[in-house]
């Protein structure tokens, strides 16, 4: 089975959080600038005309597709590397996700996600890790 990661995090800690994943063997995602509040419900900003309520902050959205079996691991990682322990470090959402099709080459599921030196090509190297057919996975 293949899931979605989705997480909201600070601004500031992208490359944090880009770095760490790239640590752990995690190649492809996306980013996407985002604006929105949570629990605090924005900020109080006093300027030249008063004070007045910003109550949408900007956000970066990383979105990961990866193996079922990576997906501790990786939300581990995002955690550690975007946790402040201040209101609006985040959340992370995990979506199950039907089927991936790489537009290039056709290829379908677990195939379209392979990457060289990826976290699944790590971990087969590492001590390999086989299916149930067998094979080395190799998805992330």
Request: hydrophobic share 35%; charged share 30%; net charge positive.
């Amino acid at each position: 089975m293949t899931k979605k990661i989705e997480a909201i995090i600070r601004e500031e800690k992208l490359n944090d959080v880009k770095e760490a994943l790239r640590k752990i063997g995690i190649v492809g995602l996306n980013v996407v600038e985002v604006r929105g509040h949570g629990r605090q419900g924005g900020i109080s900003l006093a300027g030249r005309i008063g004070t007045y309520q910003v109550d949408l902050l900007p956000k970066i959205q990383v979105n990961i597709i990866l193996s079922d079996h990576n997906v501790e691991k990786t939300v581990e990682t995002i955690c550690e590397a975007a946790r402040t322990g201040r209101t609006g470090d985040g959340l992370i959402f995990i979506y199950p996700v039907d089927d991936v099709i790489r537009i290039r080459t056709g290829e379908r599921g677990r195939q379209a996600l392979t990457y060289e030196d990826d976290i699944d090509a790590r971990r087969a190297a590492a001590g390999g890790n086989k299916d149930k057919a067998g094979a080395n996975k190799t998805a992330t």
